[in-house]
């Protein structure tokens, strides 16, 4: 689906900018063309500041969102979820970072989950990154215990799992 959307602006890396800074931070567009998270406007041009375009890009990025039905429908029900992931170091929360081999592969989130539950340490939240959407899609979890170094151990041998960091 990321592909498609991007083959719609295939033309202007401008414009991919600002599609993917959209997609990435939950941003909707609203019937008057404005960027929005949930109720809130945000300027077109700290968007545009942000990702290094003149306004005028992001105005007619979401006007080219409003003309297409499909990018329509994404782009006005996209939502925002917030993550404790920032809050971790001040909420004395552990994140576990997974990058598996293949994100396509079934089960990995229901194995590192699995494998949790079995040690008895519960899950505050968990986000996994849609490989439609990243390069390198990673699964977070983010718990409200420290892992034991055994249990960090049995995830990183799962077949699946390329690489763990914590934080």
Same mark, same amino acid.
């Given at each position: 689906?990321? =592909?498609?959307?991007?083959?719609?602006?295939?033309?202007? +890396?401008?414009?991919? *900018?600002?599609?993917?800074?959209?997609?990435?931070?939950?941003?909707?567009?609203?019937?008057?063309?404005?960027?929005?998270?949930?109720?809130?406007?945000?300027?077109?041009?700290?968007?545009?500041?942000?990702?290094?375009? =003149?306004?005028?890009?992001?105005?007619?990025?979401?006007?080219?969102?409003?003309?297409? +039905?499909?990018?329509?429908?994404?782009?006005?029900?996209?939502?925002?979820? +917030?993550?404790?992931?920032?809050?971790?170091?001040?909420?004395?929360?552990?994140?576990?970072?997974?990058?598996?081999?293949?994100?396509?592969?079934?089960?990995?989130? *229901?194995?590192?989950?699995?494998?949790? *539950?079995?040690?008895?340490?519960?899950?505050?939240?968990?986000?996994?990154?849609?490989?439609?959407?990243?390069?390198?899609?990673?699964?977070?979890?983010?718990?409200?215990?420290?892992?034991?170094?055994?249990?960090?151990?049995?995830?990183?041998?799962?077949?699946?799992?390329?690489?763990?960091?914590?934080?």
């Amino acid at each position: 689906m990321f =592909d498609e959307i991007m083959e719609k602006f295939e033309g202007s +890396p401008s414009q991919q *900018a600002v599609i993917r800074l959209l997609l990435e931070r939950g941003f909707s567009v609203n019937d008057d063309g404005r960027v929005v998270s949930g109720g809130i406007e945000i300027p077109n041009t700290g968007i545009a500041r942000e990702i290094g375009v =003149d306004r005028r890009v992001v105005d007619s990025t979401t006007d080219v969102i409003l003309g297409d +039905p499909e990018l329509r429908r994404i782009f006005q029900n996209i939502s925002q979820v +917030p993550s404790l992931m920032d809050l971790a170091p001040v909420l004395d929360l552990t994140v576990l970072t997974v990058t598996p081999d293949d994100a396509d592969q079934k089960g990995i989130v *229901a194995g590192i989950t699995g494998l949790l *539950a079995e040690h008895d340490i519960s899950i505050r939240q968990t986000i996994s990154e849609d490989p439609e959407f990243t390069d390198e899609p990673q699964l977070y979890l983010i718990t409200d215990q420290e892992l034991p170094g055994s249990v960090i151990t049995e995830i990183r041998d799962l077949e699946f799992v390329r690489k763990i960091e914590l934080q």
